[in-house]
């Protein structure tokens, strides 16, 4: 859900995905000279119940001034009432799935010690959150499921609630673990277990093909679902998972329910699940997940349930044709591309209904789909957002190296090179953030984290795109492919591409746009300790209003995200 509210000061707008609300405001034309001296901006949220408000207060940041409230400790969060935000976005990543929250955008001038908050000039939103399950009310859309885990381990509020807590990766119902988690383990386990409810007798069967297949209590799911009467298959990766994979079986006791996965060139890259009702197939759950500690509770994932008939059954004749021990490349490559044509290049998605493009499906050397999902980051006209968990292709670097004044967005687990970052630097429309955490010391008033250590992948895992999320025609494309040559050539594979659902794009926007923010910044601290520059300042809020406002007028990122997140043209 997205909403605007113009105000005589301030215009304000806020979209709710599920556990994140993106707030963002600018002064209403006319109102330029109320930038000068502005400190910041508190931020007052109001949570409904029942339509009664049960709580009011402040939202909290960290960053505060540096001679306010000297001797908190580090990490301390404090009311954006007195330590204002210095910035026209922010985003609460305190929100609840389907919860109705009102936010007052207050403008504050002053000093740090004798702040003055202009009520007089302060806008009211409401937004309501958007549901975990839901969005078919929408008209004839699919319901889509959608779960993302934190995927931020090395974080403030990691580093305050959990500290060093060990972690035990075999207790998913652990605290830190349910934290880590936010829902994605327990979505999970509650699709698997449809088959294994009262109503069991009509969920007949499961069909997984999974690549990591290695957490006990997934597996153990899977058992129950059995003992209930469901038919369950399960095609497992034996090839670079083969020992780990088995062991799990194995210590479930499901050998009779898993069969391995016929060994080729590429990985047997899909993580989905086929659920069946009565014969008839009606959902799928897909994502990046992997069957795995890491891939859960570790780093950032997506769980995406599409409850659809058609698109179930698409995935089941997949499913089908990877499980047939006689299984070709060539053949599978014939019926994929039978299934969806690969699209044209520089062509947008068709609007009646959603893609499905399995893979293999090109030529190695001449990787169509991987052009066209380039095409679309490259054709945004407002904000292009897209990940990078493993390698950047030079397509995707054309695409982000394109200075059209379009806002573009990347993240990465690991730095992309000296050689890429010194090319975006040049260009004022995109943006990266590769994978970083704080370590002692890094930066003044902030805890030091630590990341799970359950994955190879430190940051991010999640495989997804978005085009023009904000816009009217909103493109989500997500999966298991991580945009590489092989994930189109040569690996098993599946991507779903959605067009013009504005309730799956606002989810996924503010997913992205957490993680973005919370590794820029981290980012931005490696770089400068990498260079041997350090702002001892750089943890405090500025105290003139010179320092920190005009940039957000000038040329440059900042201000394409001032007006993009407005809904303004570029």
């Given at each position: 859900?997205?909403?605007?509210?113009?105000?005589?000061?301030?215009?304000?707008?806020?979209?709710?995905?599920?556990?994140?609300?993106?707030?963002?405001?600018?002064?209403?034309?006319?109102?330029?000279g109320?930038?000068?001296?502005l400190?910041?901006?508190?931020?007052?949220?109001?949570?409904?119940?029942?339509?009664?408000?049960?709580?009011?207060?402040?939202?909290?940041?960290?960053?505060?001034?540096?001679?306010?409230?000297?001797?908190l400790?580090?990490?301390?969060?404090?009311?954006?009432?007195?330590?204002?935000?210095?910035?026209?976005?922010?985003?609460?990543?305190?929100?609840?799935?389907?919860?109705?929250?009102?936010?007052?955008?207050v403008?504050?001038?002053?000093?740090?010690?004798?702040?003055e908050?202009?009520?007089?000039?302060?806008?009211?939103?409401?937004i309501?959150?958007?549901?975990?399950?839901?969005?078919?009310?929408?008209?004839?859309?699919?319901?889509?499921?959608?779960?993302?885990?934190?995927?931020?381990?090395?974080?403030?509020?990691?580093?305050?609630?959990?500290?060093?807590?060990?972690?035990?990766?075999?207790?998913?119902k652990?605290?830190?673990?349910?934290?880590?988690?936010?829902?994605?383990?327990e979505?999970l386990?509650?699709?698997?277990?449809?088959?294994?409810?009262?109503?069991?007798?009509?969920y007949?069967?499961?069909?997984?093909?999974?690549?990591?297949?290695?957490y006990?209590?997934?597996?153990?799911?899977?058992?129950?679902?059995?003992?209930?009467?469901?038919?369950?298959?399960?095609?497992?990766e034996?090839?670079?998972?083969?020992?780990?994979?088995?062991?799990?079986?194995?210590e479930?006791?499901?050998?009779?329910?898993?069969?391995?996965?016929k060994?080729?060139?590429?990985?047997?890259?899909?993580?989905?699940?086929?659920?069946?009702h009565?014969?008839?197939?009606?959902?799928?759950?897909?994502?990046?997940?992997?069957?795995?500690?890491?891939?859960?509770?570790?780093?950032?994932?997506?769980?995406?349930?599409?409850?659809d008939?058609?698109?179930?059954?698409?995935?089941?004749?997949?499913?089908?044709?990877?499980?047939?021990?006689?299984?070709?490349?060539?053949?599978?490559?014939?019926?994929?591309?039978?299934?969806?044509?690969?699209?044209?290049?520089?062509?947008?998605?068709?609007?009646?209904?959603?893609l499905?493009?399995?893979?293999?499906r090109?030529?190695?050397g001449?990787?169509?789909?991987?052009?066209?999902?380039?095409?679309?980051?490259?054709?945004?006209?407002?904000?292009?957002?897209?990940?990078?968990?493993?390698?950047?292709?030079?397509?995707f670097?054309?695409?982000?190296?394109?200075?059209?004044?379009?806002?573009?967005?990347?993240?990465?687990?690991?730095?992309?090179?000296?050689?890429?970052?010194g090319?975006?630097?040049?260009?004022?429309?995109t943006?990266?953030?590769?994978?970083?955490?704080?370590?002692?010391?890094?930066?003044?008033?902030?805890?030091?984290?630590r990341?799970?250590?359950?994955?190879?992948?430190?940051?991010?895992h999640?495989?997804?795109?978005?085009?023009?999320?904000?816009?009217e025609?909103?493109?989500?494309?997500?999966?298991?492919?991580?945009?590489?040559?092989?994930?189109?050539?040569?690996?098993?594979?599946?991507?779903?591409?959605?067009?013009?659902?504005?309730?799956?794009?606002?989810?996924?926007?503010?997913?992205f746009?957490?993680?973005?923010?919370?590794?820029?910044?981290?980012?931005?601290?490696?770089?400068?300790?990498?260079?041997?520059?350090?702002?001892?300042?750089?943890?405090?809020?500025?105290?003139?209003?010179k320092?920190?406002?005009?940039?957000?007028?000038?040329?440059?990122?900042?201000?394409?995200?001032?007006?993009?997140?407005?809904?303004?043209?570029?």
């Amino acid at each position: 859900m997205r909403k605007l509210q113009i105000g005589q000061v301030l215009n304000v707008r806020a979209i709710g995905g599920l556990h994140v609300v993106t707030v963002a405001w600018d002064f209403a034309a006319g109102q330029e000279g109320k930038r000068e001296g502005l400190l910041g901006f508190a931020i007052e949220r109001s949570e409904f119940k029942d339509g009664n408000v049960i709580e009011r207060y402040y939202l909290r940041g960290i960053k505060r001034f540096k001679l306010k409230d000297e001797g908190l400790p580090p990490g301390t969060p404090m009311p954006t009432s007195e330590h204002p935000i210095q910035s026209f976005q922010w985003g609460d990543y305190t929100a609840k799935p389907a919860t109705t929250y009102r936010y007052k955008v207050v403008p504050v001038y002053g000093q740090p010690k004798l702040l003055e908050l202009d009520d007089q000039s302060a806008t009211t939103i409401e937004i309501t959150t958007e549901a975990e399950q839901g969005g078919e009310a929408a008209g004839a859309e699919p319901r889509h499921d959608i779960y993302f885990n934190r995927g931020a381990a090395g974080s403030q509020a990691f580093a305050r609630k959990f500290g060093k807590v060990p972690l035990d990766e075999d207790d998913p119902k652990s605290e830190p673990m349910v934290w880590l988690s936010r829902g994605l383990f327990e979505a999970l386990i509650n699709f698997i277990r449809l088959a294994a409810k009262q109503d069991a007798a009509d969920y007949k069967q499961l069909r997984a093909m999974l690549y990591e297949f290695r957490y006990l209590p997934v597996g153990q799911a899977f058992k129950e679902a059995a003992a209930a009467g469901a038919n369950v298959d399960i095609r497992y990766e034996a090839q670079s998972y083969k020992d780990d994979n088995e062991a799990m079986i194995k210590e479930a006791g499901i050998e009779d329910l898993c069969t391995p996965q016929k060994s080729r060139a590429g990985i047997r890259h899909n993580k989905f699940i086929v659920l069946i009702h009565k014969d008839v197939p009606v959902a799928v759950w897909t994502g990046s997940t992997n069957i795995s500690a890491g891939g859960i509770f570790g780093h950032s994932n997506v769980g995406h349930a599409i409850w659809d008939e058609g698109i179930a059954r698409r995935y089941l004749d997949f499913w089908e044709r990877l499980a047939d021990p006689d299984v070709k490349p060539a053949s599978l490559k014939k019926e994929n591309l039978k299934v969806e044509a690969t699209p044209e290049r520089h062509s947008q998605p068709p609007e009646d209904r959603m893609l499905t493009l399995f893979c293999l499906r090109d030529t190695k050397g001449n990787e169509l789909t991987l052009d066209w999902f380039a095409d679309l980051v490259g054709a945004a006209r407002g904000i292009a957002c897209a990940t990078f968990a493993f390698n950047l292709d030079e397509v995707f670097s054309e695409a982000l190296l394109k200075d059209d004044g379009t806002l573009r967005y990347a993240v990465f687990d690991k730095n992309p090179g000296e050689e890429f970052e010194g090319q975006i630097r040049q260009f004022r429309n995109t943006v990266i953030a590769p994978g970083a955490k704080l370590e002692a010391g890094d930066m003044i008033n902030f805890l030091a984290e630590r990341l799970t250590g359950f994955n190879k992948n430190l940051y991010i895992h999640d495989k997804f795109i978005l085009t023009d999320p904000l816009g009217e025609d909103p493109v989500v494309v997500t999966g298991t492919a991580n945009f590489s040559k092989p994930s189109q050539n040569a690996n098993d594979e599946n991507m779903v591409v959605i067009r013009g659902n504005k309730r799956v794009a606002d989810i996924y926007f503010g997913e992205f746009m957490r993680i973005f923010d919370h590794l820029y910044s981290r980012y931005i601290v490696r770089k400068l300790k990498e260079e041997g520059k350090n702002d001892p300042d750089a943890g405090y809020l500025k105290e003139d209003w010179k320092l920190w406002v005009p940039q957000n007028f000038k040329d440059g990122p900042k201000q394409l995200r001032r007006k993009a997140f407005m809904g303004e043209a570029a």
